[in-house]
Structures are given as C-alpha cells and as structure tokens.
C-alpha cells in the first residue's frame, strides 16, 4: 500500500468517525433557527462612522463588535460610552448611534471586551493587582464589564450604582459578552494560564468571591443583568487542554455560557486553503474539538467568531499567509457558512466585515466584505454573494446534508437541504471540489437529482458580481432527474414542493 494510500484511508476514516460521532450531536432545536440568525461578521469600535451598517445588514444579521477597554474608561471611574458625557472629548465613534442603527436594522450584536488602559498596569493581562490567580486581581476590569452589561442589557438599574454620568441602564441593546479575545495567545510573553483566565470568567461571569463594595458597586455579568449571555474569549488556538484546564481550576463551575473559537484555514506561514481542505480545513481541525465538546459539554453551544481569507496581493506579488483571489474568497466564505452550519455550530463570524486596510499585505488586513474608506468602501464579490445567501436562505432552517463529499471522478459533491417550514419550498444548495485540492481550480461537476413526478420544474440560483438576487435559471426535470452543472460557487437549487427527500 503506498504512502499516499495511506493518507487517504486516514482522512477517509477521520472524516467517516466525525459524521458519525459529532454530526448526530446537531439536534433538531439548532435546526429550527433561521439561517439568517447564523451568519455574522466582525466589526470593531463602531463601524457606524463608515456607514455601511445598511449595506452590511444585506449580509449578515449579526456583527461581535470590539469593545476595547482602554478607549471607555481611559481613567479609572471615567467612562466614556455614552454620547451625552459632558466629556465630548472622549466620545468615540458614536456607540449610541451605532447600536440604535443596528436594532433599526434587526442586526444582534455580540460585545467583545478586549485590552486594557494603561493606568492598570504595564502588561497585556487584564488584572490590576496581584498575579492574577484570583479574580480579585481583575476587579477593575470586572468592575468595567459590570458596568457595560448594565449600560445595554435588559435590566433596569438602581442609579445609586451606575458609574456613568449620565446614569443610564437597561437599554436592552445587547445580550451577548464576550469577555476577552484570544486569552490562549502564544505571540506574547507572559502567556495568560488557562488557571488565571479561570479566576478570572469565575469573578467576571457572576461575582463569585466577589464582594461588592461603594467602590465597587456592581460586580459579574450575571449578576447585573440575569438575562444576559456570557460567551467566553473566543480561542485562539483550538485546544481542549486549555479549556480542561479552565474547567478544573473552577472545581467543575462552568463559568460561561457559551464555547467559542476562532480558525483561519491556512498553514499560518505561507498559504491559505479551501474550507474543505483535507489538512487545513474545517473537518479536520474541528474533528478533536467537537468529539470533546459533545462529550463533554453536549448542552453548551459553540460559535466561531473569526474565519476570513484575505483579497490583496501586491504588484510584487506578496500577500498574506491567509489570502485568496476575490473570486475564492467569496466562495469560501458562502462555503465556509454552510459547513459550519453543518458541523453544528450554533453562529459564525466572518473576519471582518470592511477591510481594515485594502493595500495591506499583514494578515486580516484585507478579510472584509468592502474595501477601506480610501477606496470608497468598495463592495466586494464576496458582498453580493453572502447578500444573495441572505435573501435566498435567510428565513429558511438548515435540515440536512442529502450529499456530504460524495466523490464523484477526481472530484467531490455537497448537497445541503434548507427547508421553509411554512411553505413547500425546499432549497438544495449543490457545489463542487477537487478531492485534495489546496484551493479552488474551476472545477465543475456534472450532477443528475432524483425528484419525484410532482416537481415539474425548479429554479437553478448562481451568485454573481453586482448582483444581490444572483442570476436565475429554469431546469425542468428530464426522466425524472434534474440536470446541473455544479461549480465551486455553490448555486441554490428551488424546488416548490415539501415531500421531496
């Protein structure tokens, strides 16, 4: 048997024992959700000033805001989030509009808490005195936090406890907090133990050990806001240690209320890959993770909240470790919602949703849905494909994979079923790969879809540039089987009847 053999009976194997032990975790509540409430991007420090919230909410229904912690309370006590502050000087970038705009829009927003200001101390670690083993150590930041979720969550609060000037509370704004980002760093020294960042989700999640004081007057996520949902620092790196490791320093308390992680499909050197990717791909990464997450914590939710490739390449022709052409980039991120839909993620975000700098060649420069301001906040083809995924799947739930990696000659076919449980509609979303592929080629795939006497035609849906409704075709059934061409754009297949597969 010969090496390459080998290596594909493994990644056969891999792939066979992760359908069976992590796809039949997906329960039927997480597929009654609408898929619209799945797909979400990255946005950071109030992307109302570029305005293109409107455009954006065309795409995505959800947006994991950066909140960092030293542009809020840049001294202590001194927060700087509302735009009726006295302190004009310190407003930044309208948060009120912003989330105003975002609830007009019917976009969720997850706030991520990250940094710190520097009158806490010299580090990248949030605590403010101590060592950091005891939540005690992060009160300040907890305090900050505190602070926050009474601010935009759904509870009124006694003024008597509000820092702010203006003493507002209750907003209902926001439901979702993420306590920091990226907690399991390796890029910086001193690293953040799994034990600390424990002491520090137990104090910040719901004041345990905690005593409040005048200084001090609210304390813990929970406690502030009963309603509110804890998410913990999305993961750098995917490691089951790690958050082992968390859950024995907090003597089994689970202190969040939802998983989260984050991935980019390359080998974090020289290239990116497809999401399919058998050594660099979703499935394969993921395979570990999901085994102990079902294990483990069956009931826990888990989202992603970082995925992304990059668009710019230079006139030299160098690029980031995670680029892609414009043409890849939007099939892999329409693709990449549909496989973590599949693998049982309950919400995805892409990274980000506008490019931080369009002629960048640092990693996640160039990740985003538009172009920077400099070019006019461009849209990109990935733009109109996400919107026309939107408005095709958005009021649909996802049922299940009628074809996963059926191999078909040197290539491979996906066939996900959404249903709209209100109607006899059906939308069959078909594409195609190379088996062990790097990335994409062109590939197409001749496909033939049994369909029962009832169906007389369908409607073949392909994204395209400038487009928000993708180009629409007639396929009649011929000898009982619906004829396509599959591509690695992934096309939706419409079909009015509801006793189909």
Not at 183 to 190: A, E, L, R, S, V
Request: aromatic share 14%; hydrophobic share 35%; charged share 25%.
């Amino acid at each position: 048997m010969t090496v390459e053999l080998m290596n594909r009976l493994k990644r056969l194997t891999i792939t066979i024992v992760f359908l069976i032990t992590c796809f039949s975790q997906v329960v039927s509540q997480e597929n009654e959700d609408k898929f619209s409430e799945f797909v979400g991007a990255n946005t950071f420090l109030g992307e109302y000033n570029k305005q293109y919230l409107a455009d954006l909410s065309s795409c995505v229904k959800w947006v994991r805001e950066y909140h960092a912690w030293s542009h809020y309370e840049k001294q202590n006590d001194r927060y700087s989030w509302a735009d009726t502050t006295s302190r004009k000087d310190d407003v930044w970038a309208r948060h009120y509009e912003f989330l105003e705009t975002c609830r007009e829009l019917g976009v969720q927003v997850l706030l991520d808490v990250l940094n710190r200001p520097d009158w806490v101390n010299d580090e990248h670690i949030p605590n403010n005195t101590g060592d950091g083993s005891k939540s005690s150590d992060y009160i300040e930041r907890i305090e900050f936090v505190s602070q926050l979720v009474a601010r935009y969550g759904s509870t009124k609060i006694d003024t008597a406890l509000l820092e702010t000037e203006d003493k507002t509370s209750g907003t209902g704004y926001v439901k979702y907090f993420e306590d920091d980002n990226e907690p399991n760093y390796w890029w910086k020294i001193p690293a953040w133990s799994a034990a600390d960042y424990a002491q520090y989700c137990i104090g910040v999640h719901a004041g345990s050990g905690l005593q409040t004081t005048n200084e001090y007057p609210l304390l813990g996520i929970k406690s502030v806001d009963p309603n509110a949902m804890h998410v913990m620092a999305g993961l750098a790196k995917i490691d089951t240690l790690y958050i082992s490791e968390v859950m024995k320093a907090c003597n089994g308390q689970i202190p969040f209320d939802i998983l989260n992680v984050h991935m980019y499909c390359s080998d974090h050197k020289d290239y990116s890959f497809s999401p399919e990717n058998e050594e660099h791909g979703f499935e394969t990464y993921f395979f570990e993770y999901l085994k102990w997450k079902n294990r483990v914590l069956p009931d826990m939710p888990v989202w992603l909240t970082e995925f992304g490739w990059d668009t710019y390449k230079n006139e030299d022709g160098q690029h980031s470790y995670a680029y892609a052409t414009p043409e890849s980039q939007a099939n892999y991120l329409l693709r990449s919602f549909l496989i973590l839909k599949h693998l049982g993620f309950e919400k995805a975000f892409m990274y980000m949703a506008g490019d931080t700098d369009s002629k960048e060649i640092l990693q996640y420069a160039t990740c985003g849905l538009f172009m920077d301001k400099k070019n006019k906040l461009k849209k990109k083809l990935s733009y109109y494909y996400l919107a026309t995924l939107q408005r095709i799947l958005g009021d649909l739930v996802y049922d299940k994979a009628l074809t996963y990696r059926q191999k078909h000659g040197e290539n491979e076919v996906f066939n996900l079923k959404f249903t709209d449980r209100s109607s006899k509609k059906n939308v069959l979303v078909l594409w195609t790969r190379k088996i062990e592929s790097d990335h994409d080629s062109g590939v197409k795939t001749e496909y033939q879809i049994e369909v029962t006497k009832d169906v007389n035609n369908a409607y073949l849906i392909k994204p395209n540039y400038l487009d928000m409704d993708g180009d629409t075709t007639l396929v009649k059934p011929q000898g009982g089987n619906l004829g396509v061409v599959l591509t690695e754009t992934p096309q939706f297949l419409v079909i009015e009847n509801d006793n189909l597969f």
